[in-house]
């Protein structure tokens, strides 16, 4: 599972991407983004945080092209999950559906978040 900047570093072959975990990430079968990353994603070209050098929506769909790049489901049980993450855990939403999504998935997380890593709510790769 890739937390957005890692969805975003991976698919550009971006050098903020440490080799090691690109390597692991381009070893799996499944690689899962939530939807949530896709809205961040557009997002952050709204705000001018980032630029793609296309559309997000193009983007999107040329991310999603890349071998093994899976959209995980946001269901009901992950809305809830994310929801009941505990009140030590910072209230972003994108990152409660993130960690929860992962937590249903029983899958690591790819990220460079330290809230994230800290929080032992999820396995992390980094």
Do not use: N
């Not at 890692?6 to 698919?11: L, R, V």
């Not at 690109?22 to 001018?48: H, N, Y």
């Not at 992950?78 to 972003?92: K, N, P, T």
């Amino acid at each position: 599972m890739l937390d957005t900047h890692a969805w975003i570093w991976w698919t550009a072959g971006a050098p903020e991407l440490p080799v090691e975990v690109r390597t692991r990430i381009d070893a799996e079968d499944e690689v899962f983004v939530s939807p949530i990353c896709c809205w961040e994603v557009a997002m952050l070209v709204e705000k001018g945080r980032i630029d793609l050098g296309r559309q997000p929506l193009s983007w999107v769909r040329l991310a999603f092209s890349k071998p093994a790049t899976r959209l995980a489901a946001l269901t009901p049980e992950i809305a809830v999950i994310a929801g009941q993450l505990g009140g030590g855990f910072h209230g972003d939403p994108a990152d409660r559906l993130i960690v929860a999504t992962a937590r249903q998935l029983r899958a690591p997380l790819v990220t460079s978040d330290e809230r994230i890593r800290r929080s032992g709510l999820v396995e992390t790769v980094w």
